[in-house]
């Protein structure tokens, strides 16, 4: 049985917009496969890499079917191609029509090793990490290409029914009750707002704050900044301006301000009904013992709800909040392409990578020790 497709690979995005939109408007995927996503993660972080873009277009019949957002790396002599986005991807899938998904899931290892082989020309190895298993209701078309579970989850849970339903299902008398105690003890100290940001340079100040608070964060705990990285910082500002009077943000920002002063900030990205929630971060001053982060957790929630969204993720890793909110738990894998006998030995070895980081994250007692711990390391010192 011969593919049904037809593959071009482009390093420029703006190449196969107009395909690629398509595929947006009647195709499955997530908020980190949209055109706009990648083109500015390309725009502002890649060039700072040694990554080279190799996005692979594939028609089906002639028709957009599908869209792998994709960069070749080289590391040492090898040289392998990856999702586009690294850590700032959450959920990689690739964008696919219906049919071309049905179609790809009916070949074989070898027959989609061979169409990957000729787009991705020069490349040794593929792998492809934290791959979706199941993207709306859609198998992930390259699973003949997955070898093991992801060493992390995805994390969500519906709101349907609203939020007075979401918090029925969650034992949400009880976390209210304390909501609403934190706000009243935060409300001592001044007036206290909650607000989804309109106003594009207020965005940009509360994402500026986000930065600066991660950077405090982070260095206390003594782990590396990923948002410190060339070109990020200038990527998510370009998703921000991007987003502005968007029906679907790739980007907005909400803020708890308290006497006047930002405390606390949560990113988003918005994609058909589902809130994808990136980051948040909180000042670390005299309303930090009020749980802050919490406060501005909980009414994005409650506005998502009365927004109508369908849904509401927390994204991938294991954080001990996210266990009191999310009833679904999103299983990725890793998948792998060798196209040399170079590339055989790269996929041999992060093979062995992948398992022992995925041993350690399913022992679930010890990893949320590991990450109990992390939360007991000093905080920095209150301005």
């Known amino acids: 049985m011969s593919s049904p497709f037809e593959v071009e690979t482009v390093a420029d995005p703006s190449v196969i917009a107009k395909e690629w939109r398509q595929l947006e408007r009647t195709g499955v995927g997530t908020v980190f496969q949209r055109y706009d996503w990648v083109e500015a993660y390309v725009k502002a972080v890649l060039r700072h890499k040694d990554a080279q873009p190799a996005i692979v277009l594939g028609r089906l019949y002639g028709q957009p079917a599908f869209v792998l957002p994709l960069a070749i790396s080289r590391y040492g002599p090898v040289r392998f191609a990856h999702w586009i986005g690294g850590k700032h991807s959450g959920y990689n899938f690739g964008l696919w029509s219906i049919e071309a998904a049905a179609a790809m899931a009916h070949l074989d290892r070898k027959q989609v090793e061979g169409l990957l082989r000729a787009a991705l020309d020069g490349a040794d190895c593929l792998f492809l990490g934290n791959t979706l298993s199941v993207q709306d209701g859609i198998p992930q078309p390259l699973g003949s290409l997955t070898d093991g579970v992801s060493s992390t989850k995805g994390y969500s849970f ?226």
């Open 158 to 383: 519906g709101l349907s029914g609203g939020f007075p339903a979401v918090l029925a299902r969650t034992n949400g008398k009880g976390r209210r009750r304390k909501i609403d105690a934190k706000q009243r003890r935060m409300q001592r100290i001044g007036a206290t707002r909650y607000a989804t940001i309109r106003d594009p340079d207020q965005a940009l100040a509360a994402l500026d704050f986000f930065f600066e608070q991660k950077t405090e964060r982070l260095a206390v705990q003594h782990q590396p900044n990923s948002f410190a990285e060339p070109g990020v910082k200038d990527f998510f500002r370009d998703l921000l301006i991007r987003s502005h009077n968007s029906q679907e943000p790739l980007l907005e920002m909400a803020e708890l301000t308290v006497a006047g002063s930002r405390r606390a900030v949560l990113g988003s990205g918005l994609n058909r009904g589902r809130v994808n929630v990136y980051f948040t971060a909180f000042a670390q001053d005299e309303v930090a013992d009020h749980s802050p982060g919490l406060v501005l957790s909980f009414r994005h929630i409650e506005e998502s709800c009365l927004r109508g969204m369908e849904s509401y993720d927390l994204g991938i890793g294991y954080e001990r909040y996210k266990s009191s909110w999310c009833d679904i738990e999103h299983e990725m894998r890793d998948a792998y392409a060798a196209f040399t006998p170079a590339g055989t030995a790269a996929v041999a070895a992060m093979r062995f990578g992948q398992m022992t980081k995925s041993g350690l994250r399913r022992n679930t007692l010890l990893w949320r020790y590991l990450k109990s711990a992390q939360s007991l390391l000093p905080r920095p010192v209150s301005r």
